[in-house]
């Protein structure tokens, strides 16, 4: 009897505490941040909750970025949809049209009466994901950008310099047929082909990618990327995959085992991708530079886009809880914050003060080459074509480059015939996009 | 006379019938009506700006050369996976029928692979034939066959019909064997004494007294093919290279989950359900009849 009386009062107890726990306004955040970047995710969460009593953030791992989106959508159109969202880069223009749905991050912080200073961003970052006449929609969270790789010993091995990186596309052709001539199984290899090669290309080239700004203009857009530099570096990379000068890895990350396997000598690859690389190879065995650059097509690289992800803010939640959102997402972007994120991560800071913290503490003297990632987005000044991409459908369009460049590395078809139709298939996309979005 | 079980009460059966009837309303009807739905609408993925379109998805699908170039490759694909499966899992089952000794050991080991869902099965023979870490794949490039299905489409299509075939011959064989096992000792043995050779013992009396399961298996591995290979081609191919394994069911997924597209993913889905309705009802019209049961 005095048994259940005990346990009685402990359920009880467990309730009134429950209860109190309750008082705190909870915010769910959904993310795609799996393995240790999730741990991270979680100790920021921790660390907000514990720096004051009001919100308390709810941090859940929804799996891949498309598994959190459907995840997330399929809440929503349930009436159950969470505070934050993580989506992918790519998602941007789809994100934006969805009327009704999100909360843009300007209004979220006006409305709440946050302070929120646009110039503290670091400009392709914030560029990419605000409206043309400079609102931001959603807080840049994880940003990367390509940048170079290297193999030290593979270079030391083929008679190169392993501490001059290939500074042009000619640079690297030659150092990787001195890879080859010196037994080493791949010259070069890149990560996320499109973003990299096409996307990214045109940027550091100042070439669109499609009309009207990128797609910032506008929905009645064109895609632009099958010009003159563009065949020709492809064809060039598929002209070196018959002596392995190049060699294609697979879509997405999957070519990065070739790096960190020792395989390949040259990588194109995520800046976000540096501590598995590092960590593959031997930290010592790594350099890390910027992008080769074609200097017959612009004699010197402009600056590169990110890609990564950004936290949209839903509606569909009451009034209230939104003001813990706007301080969660102060929070999110402040210096310290931020440069403890881009240190442990590798993926670029969002602010200037946090990659100048970073600085000042002397991460870069420990960590060489993780100041690359920023040094290539604000090398110069963006132009239209190197601000950012604002594509409706453009998971779609990706994979449909994708398809097209491994048509010409399987030598299905020359560099002109792909880059062609992947433009034509693309733009049938673009269409469908506009109507749909009228 | 012939025997009939009856109810007395009115509402009995009925009764019975409801838990199976309902299942089947809510599990295939309802997503079934839906993806109707979905298919003669547009909208953004949220939900918002939802416009009637009669057709227009349809239209789109028909226009795009790529959707027909998916169908032969699902057409071919299926007989592949269909005909390879049914002929190996039969050539195990008449193996293992004929064993004596450890004959509990070969069937457990013959059915494990069932076991295993085709994601994982996926993964499973992408790490073998991994070109740069592949065990296969360096055995191969040791005889001089250089195979890299990240680059070669047809490398990479042999790749996920072996992985789906793998995975469905195990219930394939299951099905087999209980069907010889089923076949009358006395018939096998009357042929012998007879003269008849195992050859002609198994074509002439195995063989078609074992059609009707045959003919189930049939149906139930090119539905298989159709629709339950996603995993496999997910975990291996995406699709690729180029879209040389991008069969429809991995399309209507990728259209409509990475696509966010769901007006033209459910247009696809509508059409994958027509395609499996009538090869089901051809089969059961046509071929059935030539089946023995």
């Given at each position: 009897?005095s ?12 309730l ?10 909870e915010?769910?955040?959904w ?12 100790a920021?969460?921790d ?7 009001e919100?308390k ?6 799996g ?15 009436k159950?949809?969470p ?18 749905a999100?909360?843009?991050?300007y209004q ?7 302070p929120?200073?646009?110039?503290a961003f ?26 170079f790789y290297?193999?030290?010993e ?7 310099d392993?501490?001059t ?8 052709g ?8 010196s ?5 070069f ?6 973003w990299a ?9 100042n070439?669109?990618f ?29 002209d070196?995959?018959k002596d392995?000068?190049f ?7 999957k070519?990065?085992a ?30 890390i530079?910027m992008m080769p650059?074609?200097?017959?097509v612009k ?7 990110i ?5 949209w ?15 969660f ?16 991560t ?7 003060a ?13 960590f060489?080459?993780r100041?690359?990632?920023v040094?290539q ?11 950012g ?16 460049l ?6 299905k078809?020359d560099a ?6 992947a ?7 673009l269409?469908k ?6 | ?21 309902v299942i ?8 079934s ?5 979905q298919?003669?609408i ?10 009637f ?12 050369p ?5 169908v032969?490759?699902?057409?071919a ?6 005909s ?18 450890g004959?509990?050991?070969?069937k ?24 740069s870490v592949g065990v296969?794949a ?10 890299n ?6 490398q ?9 075939v ?8 299951l099905?087999?064997?209980a069907?010889?096992?089923?076949i ?6 009357a ?7 195992p ?10 007294l ?7 298996l049939l149906?139930?591995n ?16 995406s ?13 209507v997924y990728?259209?409509g ?5 769901l ?9 994958l ?10 089969q059961?019209r ?8």
């Amino acid at each position: 009897m005095s048994r259940i009386l005990l346990s009685s009062v402990a359920a009880v107890a467990m309730l009134a505490s429950a209860q109190s726990a309750s008082a705190q306004t909870e915010i769910q955040w959904w993310h795609a941040m799996g393995g240790n970047l999730g741990e991270t995710v979680n100790a920021l969460a921790d660390q907000f909750n514990k720096s004051q009593k009001e919100y308390k953030v709810a941090a859940v791992y929804k799996g891949s970025y498309t598994e959190t989106l459907t995840a997330a959508i399929a809440a929503f159109r349930a009436k159950q949809a969470p505070h934050i969202v993580q989506v992918f880069e790519v998602g941007t223009a789809n994100m934006m049209a969805a009327k009704g749905a999100v909360y843009p991050v300007y209004q979220v912080m006006a409305d709440a009466k946050e302070p929120f200073d646009p110039k503290a961003f670091i400009g392709p970052v914030y560029g990419y994901y605000s409206t043309t006449d400079g609102k931001l929609l959603s807080m840049p969270f994880n940003s990367s950008t390509p940048v170079f790789y290297w193999n030290k010993e593979m270079f030391q091995k083929a008679g190169l310099d392993p501490n001059t990186p290939p500074k042009t596309w000619k640079d690297v052709g030659e150092a990787a047929a001195k890879i080859v001539a010196s037994g080493g199984k791949c010259g070069f290899t890149s990560q996320w082909q499109t973003w990299a090669l096409i996307e990214n290309y045109g940027a550091w080239h100042n070439l669109p990618f499609a009309t009207k700004a990128n797609g910032f203009g506008g929905t009645d857009i064109e895609l632009k990327f099958n010009d003159e530099p563009r065949i020709k570096l492809i064809q060039m990379l598929a002209d070196w995959g018959k002596d392995k000068r190049f060699v294609y890895g697979g879509r997405e990350g999957k070519s990065t085992a070739l790096m960190t396997s020792g395989e390949c000598a040259m990588h194109i690859a995520s800046s976000g991708s540096a501590s598995a690389i590092e960590a593959g190879l031997g930290k010592e065995k790594v350099g890390i530079a910027m992008m080769p650059y074609s200097p017959e097509v612009k004699a010197e690289p402009q600056n590169s886009i990110i890609g990564g992800a950004t936290l949209w803010v839903l509606q569909g939640r009451p009034a209230a809880e939104y003001k813990g959102v706007a301080k969660f997402l102060t929070f999110l972007s402040s210096a310290e914050v931020q440069a403890q994120w881009h240190q442990q991560t590798g993926y670029v800071p969002i602010t200037l003060a946090a990659a100048k913290l970073t600085e000042d503490a002397g991460f870069y003297k420990k960590f060489p080459g993780r100041d690359i990632a920023v040094k290539q987005l604000t090398l110069h000044e963006a132009t239209e074509n190197s601000k950012g991409l604002r594509i409706g459908n453009f998971v779609q369009i990706r994979d449909v480059v994708d398809e097209e460049l491994e048509n010409v590395w399987s030598g299905k078809k020359d560099a002109k015939a792909a880059l062609d139709d992947a433009v034509k298939r693309g733009n049938e996309l673009l269409r469908k996009f506009e109507t749909a979005n009228k | 006379m012939e025997k009939r079980v009856t109810f007395n009460e009115r509402w009995l059966p009925y009764f019975l019938v409801a838990p199976q009837i309902v299942i089947t309303l809510v599990f295939f009807f309802w997503p079934s009506g839906q993806a109707i739905f979905q298919s003669v609408i547009t909208e953004d993925a949220f939900g918002g700006n939802t416009k009637f379109v009669w057709f227009d998805n349809f239209v789109h699908l028909f226009s795009d050369p790529g959707y027909f170039d998916s169908v032969r490759l699902t057409v071919a694909f299926s007989a592949m996976v269909a005909s390879l499966g049914l002929a190996i899992s039969l050539l195990l089952a008449v193996m293992a029928d004929r064993v004596i000794r450890g004959a509990t050991f070969y069937k457990m080991i013959l059915v494990w692979p069932y076991a295993v869902a085709p994601a994982v099965a996926g993964v499973l023979w992408g790490f073998l034939f991994n070109p740069s870490v592949g065990v296969v794949a360096w055995m191969l490039s040791a005889i001089g066959i250089e195979f890299n299905y990240v680059v070669n489409g047809n490398q990479a299509l042999i790749l996920v019909v072996i992985a789906a075939v793998w995975n469905q011959v195990s219930y394939n064989f299951l099905f087999f064997l209980a069907g010889l096992q089923s076949i009358p000792k006395s018939l096998i043995e009357a042929a012998a004494i007879d003269g008849a050779g195992p050859g002609r013992r198994f074509w002439d009396i195995a063989f078609p007294l074992l059609s009707p399961t045959g003919f189930f298996l049939l149906v139930v591995n090119i539905i298989y093919a159709f629709f339950d290979t996603f995993g496999v081609v997910s975990a291996l191919t995406s699709g690729g290279p180029g879209q040389s394994t991008n069969i429809l069911v991995y399309k209507v997924y990728n259209d409509g989950f990475r696509g966010q597209d769901l007006g033209g993913s459910s247009a696809q889905s509508v059409i994958l359900m027509a395609i499996v309705i009538l090869l089901t009802f051809v089969q059961f019209r046509f071929i059935e009849r030539r089946v023995h049961y």
